[in-house]
Each structure stands twice: as C-alpha cells, then as structure tokens.
C-alpha cells in the first residue's frame, strides 16, 4: 500500500496567516492527490484534486501543489472558518490511502 | 442538491453481519462510481470499498475483502455494504461517497457502526 505521511499532526494560526500542510507518499502517484477538509462532526469535504485542480465553490485563498511524491496545501490568509482537520489522499492505485491529518486551530 | 443518506447503523457482536444503506438524490445515480469511506473513533479516514457506476466492477481493501460486500440498485438510486464476519476493529463512521473520478467529491453524514460484546 501506498503510505502517505502527513505533516505537521497540528496547527495553529493567525487570523489573515499563510499556512502550509504537506503530504509525502511513500512512491510517485503522478499528481494523483486531494485534499480534504472535516470539520467536528461534519462530513470531509472536497477542497483539492489532482494535486492542484479547485473544487467547485472552494475559496481561492486555498491552493494545491507538488508532483512526484512531494505535495502540500496553503491557505493564504487564514480565515476563522477554516479551523478543522485536513487529510490528503492518493487515488493512484488501489487501496486509496489517506494521510493521518492535520488539526488546524487559531492562535 | 446531491445528498447521500446512509441508514442502517448500531450496535453488532462480533461474527455478526449489518447492511448499510445510502439513499442518493440530486444527481444520475447510475452515472457515478461510488465508495464507503470509514473513520474509526478519533481516527483518520480508510477507504473500504468502491463500485463502478453499473455494478460491473468492485474494489476493496485487503482487512475487508472476503467479509464485505458493496453493491448497488441503480432502480433505486441506493448503495449498500453488507458486512459480515464483523470484528471489533471494523467499529467506525462508515460514509458514502461519489467518486469524482477517482476523488471523493460528495460525502454522506455518516453511520456508526459499533462492533462490541
């Protein structure tokens, strides 16, 4: 299986802050990655797909990046609603793995 | 509006078998690949299972393969996971999900499943 390690566990922010969040997988899955948001409670929601494609009605100020094995998310200008757990994913080959997530709070 | 409903959730002793369902509205059911998605406890998300759009192919993850079994009624626009030989470690949110793809791009709210003697 395709392991995915994300980093960092947890976050915290600013309000208007630049973040990052990266994923690294364990071989090349050729752009093959999204990116989630779950709020507490809450279903993940689509933010990013094929590394740098945003989905419909997602806000600009979120941005995917990377190829090969290297891949992150930013938010540029942390909002208060963007508080919640992000996961990435690979879809390159069977079984779909997901990263172990990322908590992101303000400060 | 596309929703997806799961139902069908609760308490199981180990060695039993449960049926989720997911009810989808709002969009052509039988256009899109479809996929259960679970988060034990506190945990981060494992997919378990995908079916293709027609019901002709399926996919699982290695713990589940054997045990589980996803399948379809495009007639009534509803998936379903039968589970049987259920174990402790299997206890989690199961969500339906529509592929995008080979993403995930609308997720149901989720049905707990809790494996227990």
């Known amino acids: 299986d395709i392991q995915m390690t994300q980093s960092p566990a947890s976050l915290s922010a600013s309000l208007g802050e630049t973040i990052s969040i990266e994923c690294l997988a364990s071989?090349?899955?050729?752009?093959?990655l999204a990116w989630y948001q779950q709020k507490p409670g809450k279903s993940p929601q689509l933010l990013i797909y094929g590394a740098n494609s945003l989905q419909a009605g997602v806000p600009s100020r979120f941005s995917g990046s990377g190829s090969g094995t290297q891949y992150s998310l930013k938010i540029s200008s942390m909002q208060p609603e963007d508080e919640g757990d992000y996961f990435c994913?690979?879809?390159?080959?069977?079984?779909?793995?997901f990263g172990s997530g990322t908590k992101l709070e303000i400060k | 509006e596309v929703q997806l409903v799961e139902s069908g959730g609760g308490l199981v002793q180990p060695g039993r078998s449960l049926k989720l369902s997911c009810a989808a509205s709002g969009f052509t059911f039988s256009d899109y690949n479809m996929a259960w998605v679970r988060q034990a406890p506190k945990k981060g998300l494992e997919w378990v299972a995908t079916i293709s759009y027609d019901g002709s192919s399926t996919y699982y993850r290695d713990s589940v393969k054997g045990r589980f079994t996803i399948s379809r009624d495009n007639a009534k626009s509803t998936l379903y996971l039968q589970m049987d030989s259920l174990r402790s470690e299997d206890t989690a949110t199961y969500y339906c999900?529509?592929?995008?793809?080979?993403?995930?791009?609308?997720w149901g709210q989720g049905v707990m499943v809790t494996v227990s003697s």
């Open positions: 999900a529509r592929h995008l793809t080979v993403y995930f791009d609308y």
């Open positions: 994913q690979q879809s390159y080959k069977f079984p779909f793995t």
């Open positions: 071989e090349g899955i050729s752009s093959y």
